[in-house]
């Protein structure tokens, strides 16, 4: 029984969605209840990052013995060793390592999942206490069951994403999840550790009144995008603007409040970043399709976001990403 009255948690919603699909196998489901249990063990740590000079630097021992590890290589290693003894999911490429992990075990070649990810976004956060996320993107094997995932599993276009979501490590921490039912998002309570579905059917509104965008590289990128900054502030243009600037170095929190409030969030090519910063396959794709499935746009200023056809795990694009009517605006300055 839930503690809140009629508020699902997120492991009775999976169950709830499983019941909708007689044939499902669960294994989706599964999947993503270790992804939240991954992320209730790594926003414990966050928690505790402000004290990480007191528990000792990177690389030195802490005061239970451990070898301190910095955030990002500490939730890594949490994913990956979840999901790995866990019997749903068949391999990860992370933002953290160079190659994929294939777990190779019977129970995990078996599975039908494999997971892209990367641990924690906007890293330069962490010492500052300021919101951190994690992301993932999950992808239906084109490898035969049975044998170990290979590279071409986790090289599909984003369009074939089955479920993507974001942890926001905020004044909250929330977990919400896509899948092509839905948005959905879920608060975790830190009393009991579990996480409710407090942001049902998330709808991202046509229009909104913010823009993220570093403007540090205002002289750096192409005209037409100087055009678009100049239009979002503009009083005397922009019939719906100026626009406020929010950003804060974490994709994540500046996508989420968008798709929240309303907003276009862009790190477009930039001098000496001719593809952006972003990545495309564990950042740009999974919130590129959660903010399809919440009624939103994602493109890379030519293509939509998820009919790109990746050709390296660890390749960059440049994004405009958030409420539709203002991804179409951004895009006409882009012409
Ligand atoms: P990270 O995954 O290494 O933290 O990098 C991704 C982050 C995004 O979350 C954020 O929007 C961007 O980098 C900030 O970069 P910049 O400082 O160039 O604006
Ligand atoms: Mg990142």
Do not use: W
């Amino acid at each position: 029984m839930s503690r809140y009255k009629n508020i699902m948690t997120l492991d009775e919603f999976t169950i709830q969605q499983l019941r909708l699909f007689p044939h499902a196998t669960g294994e989706l489901s599964g999947l993503l209840r270790g992804i939240g249990l991954a992320a209730k063990q790594v926003n414990v740590e966050v928690n505790r990052a402000g004290l990480a000079d007191i528990l000792g630097a990177e690389g030195t021992i802490n005061v239970q013995g451990e070898v301190v590890q910095k955030l990002d290589v500490y939730a890594n290693n949490v994913f990956i060793d979840v999901l790995r003894s866990g019997i749903n999911c068949a391999g990860i490429v992370s933002e953290e390592n160079e190659e994929a992990v294939i777990f190779d075990d019977t129970r995990s070649n078996a599975s039908k999942y494999v997971l892209l990810m990367d641990p924690i976004d906007g890293s330069g956060n962490i010492d500052v206490n300021i919101s951190i996320g994690t992301i993932f993107s999950v992808y239906r094997r084109v490898s035969p069951t049975g044998q170990p995932a290979t590279p071409e599993d986790f090289l599909q276009q984003g369009i074939k994403q089955v479920a993507a979501g974001y942890v926001i490590y905020g004044s909250s921490t929330m977990l919400v999840y896509a899948t092509r039912r839905g948005v959905n998002g879920f608060t975790l309570d830190n009393s009991i550790g579990e996480f409710y579905l407090s942001h049902p059917d998330i709808r991202i509104p046509p229009h909104g009144k913010f823009y993220s965008f570093d403007n540090c590289y205002y002289h750096q990128v192409a005209r037409g995008i100087r055009r678009y900054v100049d239009y979002c502030m503009s009083v005397a243009d922009n019939k719906a603007g100026p626009y406020s600037n929010r950003y804060y170095g974490c994709m994540v929190a500046d996508v989420h409040r968008n798709l929240l409030k309303g907003g276009i969030f862009f790190y477009p090519a930039v001098t000496g970043k001719p593809d952006g910063k972003l990545r495309l396959c564990y950042e740009c794709n999974p919130m590129a399709f959660i903010t399809e499935v919440a009624g939103g746009k994602a493109t890379n200023g030519k293509e939509r976001i998820l009919d790109i056809q990746p050709k390296h795990i660890h390749q960059r694009s440049p994004l405009f990403i958030g409420s539709a009517e203002m991804v179409d605006e951004a895009q006409r300055f882009l012409r």
